[in-house]
């Protein structure tokens, strides 16, 4: 099977259903373990990306967050949110088919905070300095949230069985 052709196949039936033009196709040994279109716009939900939907998919199938021997078929090169959730779930690859530079000129998303051509610098910047209001409250109690998991896990501070570098 072409997954990446099943990934633009997915997302022109998006957009044809009134959806965005993004899709996500995983596969596993040579067969679709996940796969998802946008769904921001069917269900206001804006989490709701291909790659979140599909990768919470996959987890589920697999009982596990972890993706490693997957590779991920995306239409485009993912946005931050999902670009961080496939560092967090350690797939083999993440294919991406076209870039933003090249959709550019038929599709842009330029909400408040989220212009992607200045996201990367903006996340880069210290939180003070992010154009996103953000206030740092410290609590005490919150660290200690932390120790109890610590504690329920035999005094291990990182999680069991995450792929490592």
Not at 27 to 43: F, R
Not at 55 to 60: D, E, F, K, Q, S
Not at 95 to 100: D, I
Request: charged letters at 25%; a negative charge; aromatic letters at 10%.
């Amino acid at each position: 099977m072409d997954f990446a052709q099943r990934t633009i196949d997915l997302a022109r039936r998006n957009v044809e259903e009134g959806g965005r033009p993004f899709a996500t196709v995983i596969v596993k040994d040579g067969e679709i373990l996940a796969q998802s279109p946008n769904q921001v716009a069917q269900t206001g939900d804006p989490t709701a990306h291909a790659e979140i939907l599909a990768i919470r998919a996959a987890c589920l199938a697999l009982g596990t967050e972890h993706l490693t021997g997957t590779t991920i078929y995306v239409l485009a090169h993912p946005c931050p949110m999902c670009l961080g959730a496939l560092y967090y779930c350690s797939p083999d690859e993440v294919v991406f088919l076209t870039t933003r530079e090249a959709y550019e000129p038929h599709y842009v998303d330029d909400r408040k905070y989220f212009e992607l051509a200045n996201f990367y610098d903006e996340f880069a910047k210290p939180w003070q300095d992010r154009r996103l209001p953000m206030r740092y409250e410290e609590h005490t109690d919150a660290v200690d949230v932390y120790r109890e998991w610590q504690a329920r896990n035999g005094g291990e501070r990182r999680v069991p069985g995450v792929p490592t570098a």
